[in-house]
């Protein structure tokens, strides 16, 4: 990688990527989504400055880091494609989530979400999943596509490049109320 930006910013987002994974502490087959406003890591406003060759590196680290942790990865693509996610047909199957009919294309559906339709072995865009944990960089609102009951994780960094970064995890609902008995460690 030829340019210091792009090789800090892909550090920053695998450090990220793998401190989030140490405290969720997935199991193998879940599903890892990430929404990404390329803009904002360069530090331009959501939609007004996306790079193509910067969504490339940072779908390359964060599909490095999911394949070593046997995850899903997940790519949420812009609101002109109303949110959907690029994942692998693998995936869709495994998980029954329903297909679209789209290309993403830098301009509707994000760099990120070109990237990854460009470089998962088998694309396949599906309007809504449930995935297990995420990471939102630059406020691109993912929380529709994590499971109950979502909980916040404090990573070291708190931000890619220039974008503020969000991260969570997710647990099932508590339910049986005062008289209900937990386990010591709930996921």
Not at 9 to 34: C, D, M, W, Y
Not at 150 to 175: D, M, S, Y
């Amino acid at each position: 990688m030829e340019n210091k930006l792009y090789c800090d910013i892909f550090n920053e987002l695998t450090e990220a990527a793998e401190e989030l994974i140490s405290i969720a502490k997935p199991r193998k087959g879940q599903i890892f989504v990430v929404g990404c406003s390329t803009s904002e890591v360069l530090g331009s406003k959501i939609g007004t400055g996306g790079s193509t060759e910067l969504a490339v590196e940072m779908f390359k680290a964060l599909k490095a880091v999911a394949d070593a942790h046997d995850l899903y990865l997940a790519i949420q693509c812009c609101e002109h494609l109303n949110r959907s996610v690029v994942l692998e047909t693998e995936a869709m199957e495994r998980y029954g989530f329903n297909e679209v009919t789209v290309r993403p294309m830098p301009h509707a559906g994000g760099a990120l979400g070109t990237a990854a339709y460009e470089n998962f072995a088998e694309p396949v865009v599906v309007e809504t999943i449930v995935a297990h944990l995420g990471m939102d960089i630059g406020q691109t609102l993912i929380g529709m596509h994590l499971k109950r009951v979502a909980v916040p994780v404090r990573l070291k960094h708190k931000q890619i490049g220039e974008a503020i970064l969000t991260a969570a995890r997710t647990r099932p609902p508590l339910v049986g109320g005062e008289r209900a008995k937990y386990p010591a460690q709930i996921r």
